[in-house]
Antibody, heavy 117, light 107 residues
């Protein structure tokens, strides 16, 4: 059974940082691209970032470029999102998602990031 | 950036009725369009990929059609568990983008 479990969310002040993690199981992690997708409270879905299976190529939404870094550790079956210079508008549930040809076929339950003073 | 516009924003229907949801792209995405279902407090679930292919375990009452810029998700006969929000997503170009969603609510 494919499982994705996010952690690392929480309350942070504007300008602060958080490192989100997504531990996976049930599939061969090292052979799939992975992504982060977020959802602000009461709003729709927004793609944030993707990383190829080897980690050699990364992609970012303009809204986060320069402030977040996606990475992965294939030996630990874990995906990461380092978020810096956080803004109030970054408040959202952050989902990690397994990619299948840039569709998202499995999702975690998400971790809530709240940016507030 | 490819903008996806979903309509209507809200669809009020009764169980057993047919639901027709639309997604229009600002430029051609070929067949590279997916549909997701999201229920309150849950993660999205992939329903349809590449415009018309049902994902694993998705009931046959869900079908997708279209290509280029105009796409449709059809639910042939609504079951109680189908009342949710539906999103389209394109994978043709970076950045990957989602539509704003259509809420299917009980009439």
């Amino acid at each position: 059974e494919v499982q994705l479990l996010e952690s690392g969310g929480g309350l942070v002040q504007p300008g602060g940082s958080l490192r989100l993690s997504c531990v996976t199981s049930g599939f061969t992690f090292s052979t799939y691209a992975m992504s982060w997708v977020r959802q602000a409270p009461g709003k729709g879905l927004e793609w944030v970032s993707s990383i190829t299976a080897t980690g050699g190529t990364t992609y970012y939404a303009d809204s986060v470029k320069g402030r977040v870094t996606i990475s992965r550790d294939n030996s630990k079956n874990t995906l990461y999102l380092q978020t810096n210079s956080l803004r109030v508008e970054d408040t959202a549930i952050y989902f990690c998602a397994k990619e299948k040809q840039r569709n998202f076929d499995y999702w975690g339950q998400g971790t809530l990031v709240t940016v507030s003073s | 950036e490819i903008v996806l516009t979903q309509s209507p924003a809200t669809l009020s229907l009764s169980p057993g009725e047919r639901a027709t949801l639309s997604c229009r792209a600002s430029q051609s995405v070929g067949d590279y369009l997916a549909w997701y279902q999201q229920k309150p407090g849950q993660a999205p679930r992939l329903l349809i990929y590449d415009a018309s292919n049902r994902a694993s375990g998705i009931p046959a009452r869900f079908s997708g059609s279209g290509s280029g810029t105009d796409f449709t998700l059809t639910i042939s006969s609504l079951e109680p568990e189908d009342f949710a929000v539906y999103y389209c997503q394109q994978r043709s170009n970076w950045p990957l983008t989602f539509g704003g969603g259509t809420k299917v609510e009980i009439k």
